[in-house]
């Protein structure tokens, strides 16, 4: 009361129960105040806990726990259990507040000793407590009630899910082996196949795109095989017509109604006939033709020109007279930076070009434009092997050409008519079964420098046939004769020597009576002073004379070969005589003489030993009639290759390239003014040259203008059988 007087307006207190039901009883006093706010009375109401109406609800609950054979308690603030209820009856009389209120749940022990779960739960707004204990025995098994359904429940579920899922996994991969079936055979490259494409699952979506990649990679197999056929077309031949037709094609499958090649004729090589220069294919192919000198200025400039509608477009100038195309794309040839022409394709319906469309025609331009510089450098390889053919085959002299295997790689016409030959059969066979002509054979199959050889053909004519190696990149790639008819040569050369011959022999009484007169004309009489100087210099004249005709009449003997003595010539026997017989010529004009004689070396040659002599004095003769005073000739004598080499040296005048060819034919004399100086009949080497083809050697000069001149003799160490008869 004293509370409420001083304003504590409601207050609820509680007295554990002393009856068997365990309900407190609750006394609650509530201040009623006047109108000053002063309690001046204190309503009290008292009432227990299991009969108040308002409090039923909760003792029902509280009982509730009995189901479990729990114990429900209800506390108040002093922990004091004011309502207590016990299935089994034994309710506790005390409760202890738990350590931590922030876990309403956990376990303890009971007062029997068993372990029991308790569930302490404050009440809100008022400062009880409601406790609800329950045995674990009994929680587990309610646990167990609760959790068995469910358990149940959930494998039921399991079971159903999956089945479902099976189910559903089944029809999935289904779908997948399906799709793989289709990804293998598009992997085996059978892309004619169209996958089903139904609906909008994720796999429905895999087959739509597999189809987009089986319809794109087939239309990209398609491009490359028809680029195959191409590349295959433009590598199989060096025809335009036949490289440039694959190309024509190909660009016609993109739905084109007709497709040209035009090529700029300033690139086609000159020959007599006109080569094509242009090439189409499609049903409109004549009727676009107009076209093409347009096109084929405006592909110069412009690599690409793609005109989806040509009515809409203003850059060409279409005859409304004639077809016209709707669409057009065209394509510049080039290769190397060389404009070769333009490839267009013309379409009846306008036509909206693709990348892929455009990429292909460029690709295939590509292609045609090797293929057309291939042909032309081709054409233009053609057109000279013709030329050169022609000019061959005019030639008047027989050419023939080898290569290093010895096949004939040509023979020109003048060259069948002589050998009396088919070119044409005898073309890359070997020379040994087609030349039967000995000398000629050996010509051909020797090698290196320029050589020469006379030869007899079929057509009795005589010809010098000289051939040198063909060198291509520093090496010989084979050969080339030239045969030159020198028949009249041959002729005017015998008819001179057939002349000489005869002149000189009918010379030779008259300047015997000559010389005998002059030598006469003393015995009939005395000579004055003066007729005897005359005298002797008519007989000297006469001498010289004799001396010249016998020459003749000799090299007349030697060339036509009688009376060749062959015996064992001895070489220093040889050398001694002409040095002694010429030291006073070189003494005079104090002329250093040397003779060189290696020691190994053979001491004799088979020869004529008069003849040899005769042919080692002209040379070393001339060398010193041609050297200056104070100059040197050297003599060398040199074994090599089963012959003898006589080698006569000189610090002389030289000789001109000009006289060299020329300088062993009958009477011919050096031009030079210093050797016009000294008297000479230009037969001395002549003679040699005789002798030494006599002996199956030969002789040749090394020279230097102004500086002087090695002649060379060469004569085979011995002679063959048949030649020592005579
Ligand atoms: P010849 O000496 O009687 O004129 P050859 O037949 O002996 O006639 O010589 C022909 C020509 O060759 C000579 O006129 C001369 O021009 C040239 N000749 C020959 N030998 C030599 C030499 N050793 N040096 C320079 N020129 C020479």
């Known amino acids: 009361m004293e509370l409420a007087a001083s304003g504590v307006l409601v207050q609820i207190y509680s007295i554990p129960s002393a009856l068997p039901d365990g309900s407190a009883r609750v006394s609650f006093m509530i201040g009623i105040v006047n109108a000053t706010g002063q309690v001046q009375r204190v309503l009290i109401g008292r009432t227990t806990l299991s009969t108040n109406p308002l409090t039923q609800p909760l003792i029902t609950s509280l009982k509730s726990i009995g189901d479990l054979n729990g114990t429900g308690l209800l506390l108040d603030e002093n922990g004091q259990i004011i309502y207590a209820f016990s299935q089994t009856g034994n309710a506790p009389s005390s409760f202890d507040k738990p350590v931590d209120l922030t876990k309403p749940f956990y376990t303890s022990t009971a007062s029997d000793g068993t372990r029991q779960l308790v569930y302490y739960w404050p009440v809100v707004a008022r400062p009880w407590a409601i406790v609800l204990t329950v045995p674990a025995r009994q929680t587990q098994q309610l646990a167990l009630d609760i959790a068995m359904p469910l358990f149940m429940m959930i494998l039921i579920l399991a079971v159903v899910a999956l089945i479902s899922l099976r189910v559903g996994l089944r029809v999935i991969t289904g779908s997948l082996k399906n799709l793989a079936v289709e990804a293998n055979r598009i992997a085996d490259g059978k892309l004619d196949h169209p996958l089903q494409v139904t609906g909008v699952d994720e796999v429905g979506q895999l087959r739509r795109a597999f189809e987009q990649m089986r319809v794109s990679l087939a239309a990209r197999l398609d491009e490359l095989n028809r680029l195959l056929v191409v590349s295959q077309g433009v590598a199989s031949s060096l025809e335009m017509q036949d490289t440039v037709k694959p190309v024509l094609e190909a660009v016609l499958s993109i739905g084109a109604n007709a497709v040209r090649v035009v090529l700029l004729p300033s690139i086609l090589p000159e020959t007599p006939i006109e080569l094509p220069s242009r090439f189409a294919v499609g049903s409109a192919k004549d009727a676009y033709a107009y076209l093409d000198d347009q096109i084929l200025t405006m592909a110069q400039k412009q690599e690409r020109i793609v005109f989806s509608n040509l009515s809409r477009t203003r850059e060409m100038t279409l005859d409304p007279k004639r ?81 290093q295997q010895n096949h004939l790689l040509l023979a020109n016409r003048a060259a069948g008519q002589s050998l009396e030959i088919n070119i044409q059969k005898v073309h890359g066979q070997t020379v040994e079964k087609v030349i039967q002509q000995k000398p000629l054979l050996d010509l051909l199959l020797a090698s290196g420098e320029k050589q020469s050889v006379e030869v007899i053909l079929p057509d009795n004519r005589t010809y010098l046939a000289t051939a040198s190696s063909v060198v291509a990149d520093g090496r010989s790639v084979g050969r080339v004769c030239i ?244």
């Open 323 to 403: 077809a016209q195309p709707a669409a057009l794309l065209a394509v510049a040839l080039r290769h190397e930076n060389r404009y070769y022409g333009v490839v267009w394709a013309a379409f009846e319906q306008a036509h909206n070009f693709s990348e892929a469309d455009v990429r292909f025609v460029t690709t295939l331009a590509g292609q045609a434009a090797l293929a057309v510089a291939n042909a032309r450098l081709f054409l233009n390889v053609e057109v000279a092997r013709r030329q050169l053919e022609a000019i061959i085959n005019s030639t008047p002299d027989p050419v023939l050409v080898t290569d």
């Open 483 to 726: 045969l030159r008819d020198v028949t009249k040569f041959k002729e005017l050369d015998t008819m001179k020597s057939e002349f000489v011959a005869t002149v000189s022999h009918d010379l030779r009484s008259p300047l015997t009576l000559m010389r005998g007169y002059a030598t006469m004309l003393e015995m009939v009489g005395d000579l004055n002073d003066q007729q005897q100087n005359y005298v002797k210099k008519i007989v000297t004249g006469v001498e010289n004379m004799s001396r010249l005709v016998n020459t003749l009449l000799d090299l007349g003997r030697i060339e036509i070969g009688v009376g060749l003595q062959l015996e064992s010539v001895s070489v220093l026997d040889i050398l001694e005589r002409v040095t002694s017989a010429l030291q006073m010529q070189a003494t005079q004009k104090e002329i250093g003489f040397n003779v060189e004689i290696p020691k190994d070396m053979p001491q004799t040659v088979e020869a004529d030993q008069a003849l040899l002599h005769q042919a080692v004095y002209n040379l070393v003769e001339n060398a010193l009639k041609y050297t200056p005073e104070k100059g040197s000739v050297t003599v060398r004598v040199k074994a090599k290759d089963n012959a003898m080499i006589f080698e006569v040296e000189d610090t002389g005048i030289g000789i001109e390239p000009d006289d060299l060819p020329r300088l062993f034919e009958k009477f011919y004399r050096g031009k030079q003014r210093e050797a016009r100086a000294q008297h000479g009949s230009g037969l001395g080497l002549a003679i040699v040259h005789s002798i030494a083809e006599s002996h199956g050697g030969k002789v040749w000069v090394e020279s230097k203008l102004g500086k002087g001149s090695i002649f060379f003799l060469q004569i085979p160490l011995t002679q063959p059988t048949e030649s020592k008869v005579g």
